[in-house]
């Protein structure tokens, strides 16, 4: 049957052309027939309508844009999954803890140790070829969700808005954002409300121009530093100054400006070792920023609150404090959030998360953690004894049980079996006390190593808890509660212990420095925390 249709086919075929053969087609005039008419199809567009032809029937006259249509055009944006709803139906966080006087006690440790191959004698703790240190498989970046599509007229109209204009639509699309029941590219159990998030994030990416002042001398300004204990700082200055979508280059344009000094390299470059004396670092801040109010009318325009810095150094709070303007009004995205201090304003200033770099060419070594079934250990901390809640805690803990790893610092003899990162992906939950101050890289260890983050420092609100809900992914315990510090972690149920890890898994990806930016990754997150922080500051005029 299928010879039969191809022979047919090819007798239909020869028929056609020997048909065609027998007419007389002027070609010339039918191209050029066509020719006119495409061109005649590109005038129209470009003329006749104000949208391209495949948004054309998205679109809105801009005369007649209110909010109510504005709505429509967003609900445009809201996906919905059964599958995945259900899916995270079956994990609930919602569930009580054991009072630590119940009798229900769960315990979830187990006292025997794995049987750990120790790293034989005479080798050097190299890089295998196969991997790291722990034979992780390599951990690639997730890709890039793709953005949300703005419709071209709408774009055209947030581009028609003045700055302060631009800033007030967005606060008003954000306080009536559509609720979101579930979104492929965001988890929900780890944000305090992921409708208010999402619609956020869409409106920093249509919306937000940041300036960058060029003045400053190097390597104090325009020099990220990209490793250590205080890389934040300098991954975010690396990304924010090769950015093209969020920069602009005219500062009439800008919503915000960036002040790009690094204050590693301040320290690197001024502080004289030993001297205890920080106040020549405050004093060449306070004269850059006079400079800048002194040649560019922006600073004054707001004395600062458009402006923001980002410093990861324990000093970053103290080097403000000889420029009133730049210690009370300027957005501060500091690793040293301390609350308690004065110069850190929680719901102004923004928790920077403080993040270990120990190779700027692979920042996500060794990241990835082991299942709950692989980790015998109940909690894990080894550092130095530094501050006022570490020695308590090695007072309390250290030597007391075989299912609690409490060390100063790790011992080599220990180390030599299992490294500190391994430790890590042992441990369900990995203790990070404060110490001169009150972050710690720690958080952000125990999340990349997927483990539940314990948390102990008064006063100070974890990293970009403006839109994430810690409680759901880390345990907090107050200083005075060291002492019960067992009782607490074993007070906590098992199903709930596995939720809060599966939450470290899914909110991992919002921590992460990855070679280059991708949505939701921690240069966006630590952006979107400035860019809410300005929108907190705007007055909705009353209609």
Same mark, same amino acid.
């Given at each position: 049957?299928?010879?039969?249709?191809?022979?047919? +086919?090819?007798?239909?075929?020869?028929?056609?052309?020997?048909?065609?053969?027998?007419?007389?087609?002027?070609?010339?005039?039918?191209?050029?027939?066509?020719?006119?008419?495409?061109?005649?199809?590109?005038?129209?567009?470009? /003329?006749?309508?104000?949208?391209?032809?495949?948004?054309?029937?998205?679109?809105?006259?801009?005369?007649?844009?209110?909010?109510?249509?504005?709505?429509?055009?967003?609900?445009?944006?809201?996906?919905?999954?059964?599958?995945?709803?259900?899916?995270?139906?079956?994990?609930?966080?919602?569930?009580?803890?054991?009072?630590?006087?119940?009798?229900?006690?769960?315990?979830?440790?187990?006292?025997?140790?794995?049987?750990?191959?120790?790293?034989?004698?005479?080798?050097?703790?190299?890089?295998?070829?196969?991997?790291?240190?722990?034979?992780?498989?390599?951990?690639?970046?997730?890709?890039?969700?793709?953005?949300?599509?703005?419709?071209?007229?709408?774009?055209?109209?947030?581009?028609?808005?003045?700055?302060?204009?631009?800033?007030?639509?967005?606060?008003?699309?954000?306080?009536? +954002?559509?609720?979101?029941?579930?979104?492929?590219?965001?988890?929900?159990?780890?944000?305090?409300?992921?409708?208010?998030?999402?619609?956020?994030? !869409?409106?920093?990416?249509?919306?937000?121009?940041?300036?960058?002042?060029?003045?400053?001398?190097?390597?104090? /300004?325009?020099?990220?530093?990209?490793?250590?204990?205080? +890389?934040?700082?300098?991954?975010?200055?690396?990304?924010?100054?090769?950015?093209?979508?969020?920069?602009?280059?005219?500062?009439?344009?800008?919503?915000?400006?960036?002040?790009?000094?690094?204050?590693?390299?301040?320290?690197?470059?001024?502080?004289?070792?030993?001297?205890?004396?920080?106040?020549?670092?405050?004093? /060449?801040?306070?004269?850059?920023?006079?400079?800048?109010?002194?040649?560019?009318?922006?600073?004054?325009?707001?004395?600062?609150?458009?402006?923001?810095?980002?410093?990861?150094?324990?000093?970053?709070?103290?080097?403000?404090?000889?420029?009133? !303007?730049?210690?009370?009004?300027?957005?501060?995205?500091?690793?040293?959030?301390?609350?308690?201090?004065?110069?850190?304003?929680?719901?102004?200033?923004?928790?920077?998360?403080?993040?270990?770099?120990?190779?700027?060419?692979?920042?996500?070594?060794?990241?990835?953690?082991?299942?709950?079934?692989?980790?015998?250990?109940?909690? /894990?901390?080894?550092?130095?004894?530094?501050?006022?809640?570490?020695?308590?805690?090695?007072?309390?803990?250290?030597?007391?049980?075989?299912?609690?790893?409490?060390?100063?610092?790790?011992?080599?003899?220990?180390?030599?079996?299992?490294?500190?990162?391994?430790?890590?992906?042992?441990?369900?939950?990995?203790?990070?006390?404060?110490?001169?101050?009150?972050?710690?890289?720690?958080?952000?260890?125990?999340?990349?190593? !997927?483990?539940?983050?314990?948390?102990?420092?008064?006063?100070?609100?974890?990293?970009?808890?403006?839109?994430?809900?810690?409680?759901?992914?880390?345990?907090n315990v107050a200083e005075k509660d060291i002492p019960k510090l067992r009782e607490i972690l074993l007070a906590i149920p098992m199903r709930r212990y596995m939720a809060m890890q599966t939450n470290v898994k899914m909110v991992k990806r919002h921590f992460l420095?990855?070679?280059?930016?991708?949505?939701?990754?921690?240069?966006?997150?630590?952006?979107?925390?400035?860019?809410?922080?300005?929108?907190?500051?705007?007055?909705?005029?009353?209609?």
């Amino acid at each position: 049957m299928k010879k039969l249709f191809q022979s047919l +086919a090819v007798i239909l075929m020869k028929e056609f052309f020997q048909l065609c053969a027998g007419l007389r087609i002027d070609w010339k005039r039918v191209i050029f027939v066509g020719a006119l008419m495409t061109t005649a199809g590109v005038i129209l567009q470009m /003329f006749l309508l104000t949208d391209p032809l495949d948004m054309w029937p998205l679109s809105l006259p801009i005369a007649h844009v209110s909010d109510e249509s504005l709505s429509s055009i967003r609900n445009l944006n809201q996906t919905f999954s059964e599958e995945r709803v259900k899916r995270l139906q079956l994990i609930s966080t919602d569930v009580p803890i054991i009072p630590a006087n119940s009798s229900l006690k769960l315990n979830i440790s187990v006292p025997a140790m794995p049987d750990i191959d120790p790293v034989p004698k005479g080798r050097s703790r190299r890089r295998n070829k196969g991997g790291s240190v722990d034979n992780m498989p390599k951990v690639l970046p997730p890709p890039d969700p793709p953005r949300i599509h703005v419709p071209y007229r709408l774009q055209k109209f947030i581009w028609s808005l003045k700055p302060n204009e631009a800033l007030v639509y967005a606060k008003k699309e954000i306080d009536h +954002a559509p609720e979101v029941f579930d979104d492929p590219d965001l988890y929900a159990p780890v944000f305090q409300n992921m409708s208010v998030f999402k619609r956020s994030y !869409e409106l920093m990416e249509s919306i937000l121009k940041v300036y960058i002042y060029r003045e400053g001398s190097k390597p104090i /300004f325009h020099v990220p530093h990209l490793n250590g204990i205080y +890389a934040s700082e300098g991954w975010f200055m690396r990304f924010m100054e090769s950015n093209k979508q969020f920069v602009t280059r005219d500062p009439e344009k800008a919503h915000l400006f960036y002040l790009p000094y690094s204050m590693r390299q301040l320290e690197l470059k001024l502080y004289v070792p030993g001297s205890h004396q920080i106040k020549p670092l405050a004093i /060449f801040l306070r004269d850059y920023v006079n400079m800048i109010a002194r040649k560019y009318p922006f600073w004054n325009r707001t004395h600062g609150s458009d402006h923001f810095l980002v410093a990861c150094h324990d000093w970053g709070p103290y080097t403000l404090t000889q420029h009133e !303007e730049l210690a009370n009004n300027t957005i501060k995205a500091l690793c040293n959030a301390d609350t308690s201090e004065g110069v850190f304003v929680a719901g102004k200033d923004v928790s920077l998360p403080e993040t270990t770099i120990k190779n700027p060419r692979v920042p996500l070594r060794n990241i990835g953690g082991l299942r709950v079934s692989q980790r015998p250990l109940l909690a /894990f901390f080894a550092g130095y004894m530094h501050g006022r809640v570490r020695p308590r805690l090695l007072k309390y803990w250290r030597d007391k049980h075989e299912d609690m790893k409490i060390y100063g610092p790790l011992p080599s003899r220990i180390s030599r079996k299992m490294s500190y990162i391994h430790h890590m992906k042992s441990s369900k939950f990995c203790i990070c006390p404060m110490g001169y101050e009150v972050n710690s890289p720690r958080i952000i260890e125990s999340i990349y190593y !997927e483990c539940v983050p314990v948390i102990i420092a008064d006063n100070f609100p974890p990293p970009l808890s403006d839109v994430l809900d810690w409680s759901k992914f880390s345990v907090n315990v107050a200083e005075k509660d060291i002492p019960k510090l067992r009782e607490i972690l074993l007070a906590i149920p098992m199903r709930r212990y596995m939720a809060m890890q599966t939450n470290v898994k899914m909110v991992k990806r919002h921590f992460l420095w990855n070679r280059s930016p991708i949505r939701y990754d921690l240069f966006h997150m630590i952006l979107h925390s400035i860019w809410l922080s300005r929108l907190n500051q705007i007055q909705i005029p009353e209609s």
